[in-house]
């Protein structure tokens, strides 16, 4: 049963592979080349003065191979919609599975050797796409100073998404018994849960840290300021996932960017006391704990995928004809 499972997946598997490795190859030869430029131009600029220009000189390099990660996102669907859905659905469709029971091969074997074949190598593929970008990209992120915003492009996380993508198209197919059908279920499935995970899970994973610190000037300090929005420090927090940055007076009341244009805040000789009479109200998700989420939110989408691969173990056992 796994020869004839392998057979029928093959030539799928060779192109994912081939692509993987020509990306190898593209990935491989350029990657040196992109962090020997950081560590010449960006990662030395501070000592030479201004950074912008070195920055975005940097950063404009590759833009198509930088683009990749976009296409991190998308596989899982993928995999969802054209490995998933019609893995089970089709011979469903077409009768063949009644050919394949007659010939001493169990139902539970049946389905376990396709989930288990086809759902390894959609593993594989992710992560390995995922661990590829994920290093070469890692000089644009330290530019950047970026983990959350890229989180589902990088690391472990891919893996659990192609599990789930998988694992929901084959029991979409496995309840509805119809290929099309149960493609568009896998996207809009999978959809809707990358973003219920991304905006009302991922940032509960571990408890918000929330600050109420004085503020004091420093060197480089930037203020976000317009006369009757709120005032926020720029890039005070690298790295970490920031849900708001709100400057508040002694009594707690939230100060507008006009404050710095009044009083002491005018001239420099007064500037750090009128900053010294504000406090930073922060809620945020610190750095350190990226890698932390990643592997909750792989375990989540993996415990989703063993579940719907449970689903389809009973439904092909118990109502499947």
């Given at each position: 049963?796994?020869?004839?499972?392998?057979?029928?997946?093959?030539?799928?598997?060779?192109?994912?592979?081939?692509?993987?490795?020509?990306?190898?190859?593209?990935?491989?030869?350029?990657?040196?080349?992109?962090?020997?430029?950081?560590?010449?131009?960006?990662?030395?600029?501070?000592?030479?003065?201004?950074?912008?220009?070195?920055?975005?000189?940097?950063?404009?390099?590759?833009?198509?191979?930088?683009?990749?990660?976009?296409?991190?996102?998308?596989?899982?669907?993928?995999?969802?919609?054209?490995?998933?859905?019609?893995?089970?659905?089709?011979?469903?469709?077409?009768?063949?599975?009644?050919?394949?029971?007659?010939?001493?091969?169990?139902?539970?074997?049946?389905?376990?050797?396709?989930?288990?074949?086809?759902?390894?190598?959609?593993?594989?593929?992710?992560?390995?796409?995922?661990?590829?970008i994920t290093w070469w990209s890692g000089p644009f992120d330290r530019v950047n100073i970026t983990q959350f915003p890229v989180f589902s492009e990088r690391g472990i996380v891919p893996i659990g998404y192609a599990a789930f993508a998988f694992a929901l198209g084959v029991m979409a197919g496995v309840l509805i018994r119809k290929t099309l059908p149960a493609m568009a279920i896998a996207l809009v499935g999978f959809v809707a849960a990358r973003v219920a995970v991304t905006f009302l899970v991922r940032p509960n994973l571990e408890p918000k840290i929330r600050t109420n610190i004085p503020l004091h000037m420093t060197s480089g300090m930037n203020f976000n300021q317009t006369n009757n929005g709120p005032l926020s420090v720029i890039g005070g927090h690298p790295g970490d996932w920031v849900f708001s940055d709100q400057i508040v007076d002694k009594a707690g009341h939230a100060v507008s960017g006009n404050f710095l244009s009044q009083g002491a805040c005018l001239h420099s000789r007064g500037s750090a006391a009128c900053i010294g009479k504000l406090r930073e109200v922060l809620v945020y998700q610190p750095a350190s704990r990226y890698w932390t989420f990643q592997w909750y939110e792989m375990a989540l989408f993996l415990g989703l995928a063993l579940i719907f691969s449970g689903i389809c173990f009973w439904w092909i056992r118990r109502r499947i004809s």
């Open positions: 049963m796994t020869r004839f499972a392998w057979l029928q997946f093959r030539m799928q598997a060779a192109v994912a592979f081939g692509a993987l490795a020509v990306l190898a190859v593209v990935l491989g030869v350029t990657g040196p080349h992109i962090t020997h430029l950081y560590d010449t131009t960006v990662a030395t600029c501070g000592a030479h003065g201004d950074c912008s220009s070195a920055t975005a000189t940097f950063l404009s390099g590759y833009r198509l191979l930088q683009d990749l990660g976009n296409v991190v996102i998308v596989l899982p669907a993928l995999i969802g919609i054209f490995w998933g859905a019609p893995l089970v659905a089709h011979e469903l469709e077409t009768g063949t599975h009644r050919l394949v029971w007659t010939q001493s091969v169990t139902r539970t074997r049946w389905i376990a050797v396709k989930l288990g074949l086809v759902g390894l190598v959609s593993m594989a593929v992710a992560g390995l796409f995922s661990l590829m």
